[in-house]
């Protein structure tokens, strides 16, 4: 998987795009004989967790982001965030006459031409399009660079002048001009409970609360919705599939108004289900919903945080099979040990292998965070090596893809634009697919065992020939 930095490439101006780096790099991927997942990265790397290195936005656009700082994302206190453009200019021709939308959309344009013979050999396996901080669907309203700590709430980010403007609309089309954007919603590192919105029988729970958090991850929706369709339409015909990642906003999950989530857009409640919306938009576009925290399990977080890492998972995961959805994922934080591999290996199968086809539930793909110096430390290489062969249920290395139910098609155009009320019913909460305790698969030492005693067998085999 590698990050295509829109701050790298179409940093000397618009619509001046230098892609002789990437092509240098995707040329020693393809003499590897390795695949390739690129993301059209259209934020800024520096300031988040696992982030080693600074590539800012495009200078051009931080210029213009000079004169009008609204173009970003801003907090009540009028702070901005110039990780990503604001949704709130996904449709506004701000940049030398261009909408934000069309800066993504010439981007990707660009991308497909110049790298139209790695296209054709088939080295991409999906292009995951950036819809947000961190590449991820969702409003950067935990920003660590911005003074925010874990478990901190977060904050609303719509204090733009372009999504202030759209709330008011929004609110005088609901008869009731009179509401304004949330004001007692705390700051980013403050608990539910202390803030009037979050609180039990908060401002969240009344008829002016759910317009807000409605309008406000409404407003998500259709950004992803809007982008994808270009996406899809500039890698029409390609062998690839389009990708979109949803954050794993686990802490509070288990608090009664799963602060975090509102926060960061996702109006997820015990009695709303907020992710089946966006795995319904997804599915017009075919496109894989990609997650995070795969890794992690509930007791390894702080009680402080009410984490319920491994229940959202279920939901999530349960809500992109119910939409008829492929579904991937990837670890949050870097992990070397037996147990978090458990804990991918039970996710990428809930229900365990089946001996008489594929699981009937099982993840399209998981991509492990990341390739380092310390994985590459012996002990920590041969556990992770015995844990792709669990990946692979222990079968041997297939080279056919139809054989294993993971080969593409040339994509097709993105099926009619589904009604936002159409979208909502899905918000209905249902019951997620059920889940073994366990992996059916575990690398145990037992596990560890049976790898090495392959890993002999194989070398015996050879050695015969």
């Not at 790397?45 to 936005?57: A, E, K, M, Q, T």
């Not at 097709?412 to 366990?438: G, Q």
């Amino acid at each position: 998987m590698v990050d295509v930095w829109w701050g790298i490439v179409e940093s000397k101006g618009p619509q001046q795009y230098d892609w002789s780096a990437y092509r240098t790099l995707f040329q020693m991927v393809q003499d590897c004989k390795l695949k390739l997942q690129a993301i059209m990265s259209f934020h800024k790397c520096g300031g988040n967790v696992g982030d080693s290195v600074l590539i800012p936005l495009p200078k051009w656009v931080l210029e213009i982001g000079e004169s009008d700082p609204d173009i970003f994302y801003t907090n009540r206190k009028g702070i901005r965030n110039k990780e990503c453009l604001s949704l709130g200019v996904d449709n506004q021709p701000l940049f030398h006459g261009r909408t934000a939308i069309e800066l993504y959309t010439d981007y990707m344009q660009s991308f497909r031409d110049n790298m139209e013979d790695f296209l054709e050999s088939e080295l991409m396996i999906d292009i995951e399009v950036g819809l947000g901080p961190a590449g991820e669907l969702r409003y950067p309203s935990y920003t660590k660079n911005l003074g925010w700590e874990f478990p901190g709430i977060g904050e609303f980010q719509c204090y733009d002048k372009y999504l202030k403007a759209d709330f008011k609309g929004a609110a005088l089309r609901a008869d009731h001009p009179e509401w304004e954007l949330p004001d007692n919603a705390g700051e980013s590192n403050d608990v539910p409970e202390s803030t009037e919105f979050f609180k039990s029988g908060g401002t969240y729970q009344t008829e002016k609360g759910k317009f807000f958090l409605t309008w406000y991850s409404n407003k998500l929706l259709t950004h992803g919705d809007e982008i994808l369709d270009e996406a899809n339409n500039v890698f029409l015909g390609c062998k690839v599939k389009l990708a979109a990642k949803v954050a794993g906003i686990h802490w509070w999950y288990k608090a009664e108004s799963h602060a975090a989530e509102l926060t960061s857009g996702y109006y997820n409640l015990h009695h709303r289900d907020g992710y089946r919306p966006v795995a319904r938009m997804l599915s017009r576009h075919n496109a894989i919903l990609n997650f995070t925290c795969l890794e992690m399990r509930n007791h390894e977080q702080p009680a402080k945080a009410q984490s319920g890492a491994q229940e959202l998972v279920q939901q999530v995961l349960s809500c992109g099979w119910m939409e008829n959805l492929e579904v991937a994922g990837e670890n949050a934080l870097a992990r070397y040990d037996r147990e978090a591999y458990n804990q991918i290996l039970l996710n990428a199968r809930p229900n365990g292998v089946n001996q008489f086809g594929p699981p009937t539930l099982k993840m399209y793909g998981v991509t492990y965070l990341r390739l380092s110096d310390k994985l590459m430390q012996q002990t920590n290489f041969n556990i992770f090596k015995a844990f792709v062969r669990k990946m692979h249920a222990n079968l041997e290395y297939c080279p056919d893809p139809e054989k294993y139910y993971h080969f593409t098609v040339p994509m097709e155009r993105s099926k009619p634009k589904i009604p936002l009320e159409v979208l909502l019913e899905a918000t209905k909460p249902v019951e997620p697919y059920p889940w073994y305790k366990e992996t059916d698969m575990s690398l145990d030492v037992t596990g560890f065992l049976d790898y090495i005693v392959a890993i002999i067998v194989r070398i015996f085999k050879l050695k015969l020939n």
